[in-house]
């Protein structure tokens, strides 16, 4: 019986560790666009550092990756109001693979990510980057 549950965890432990892109801060992110999510949907950056982001857009529409400014969130969806509270953004063409950087802000905390293509964000096309200090 305990033989069985140490194998359990063990094998709980090579998947979790297994997963990539989660809990620790990386300067070098994937993710992929579909209609309508991005995944993964959760990253973790160092702040101020240069990140490099690779999206590849394997649906059939555009979508774009906007970060939020800290503290703002969009709400019904995403519209002219939330222009102004854009930190950075990319779009992708539906076969579009791009790799672009960006510098991770430099404060602290949970960044909204969104696609800004109406309806998307209604879709559940969001996620968040979580930016720790380096
Ligand atoms: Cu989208």
């Known amino acids: ?26 300067t070098d992110l994937k993710t992929e666009f579909t209609d309508f999510a991005f995944t993964p949907n959760t990253w973790v950056v160092p702040a101020g550092q240069e990140i490099t982001l690779t999206v590849t857009n394997a649906g059939a529409v555009i979508h774009e990756f906007v970060i939020m400014k800290l503290g703002a ?6 519209g002219d109001e939330d222009e102004d509270n854009i930190y950075w953004e ?27 293509t109406e309806g998307h964000f209604v879709a559940g096309m969001l996620g968040s980057m979580t930016v720790v200090a380096p």
């Open 73 to 78: 969130t969009v709400g019904d969806d995403f």
């Open 1 to 26: 019986m305990k033989k069985s549950i140490f194998i359990i965890l063990v094998v709980l432990a090579l998947a979790l560790s297994a997963c990539g892109g989660g809990n620790k801060p990386s």
């Open 90 to 116: 990319v779009e992708a063409a539906a076969g579009q693979t791009l790799t672009v950087t960006f510098t991770a802000p430099a404060e602290p905390g949970e960044y909204q990510i969104v696609c800004g």
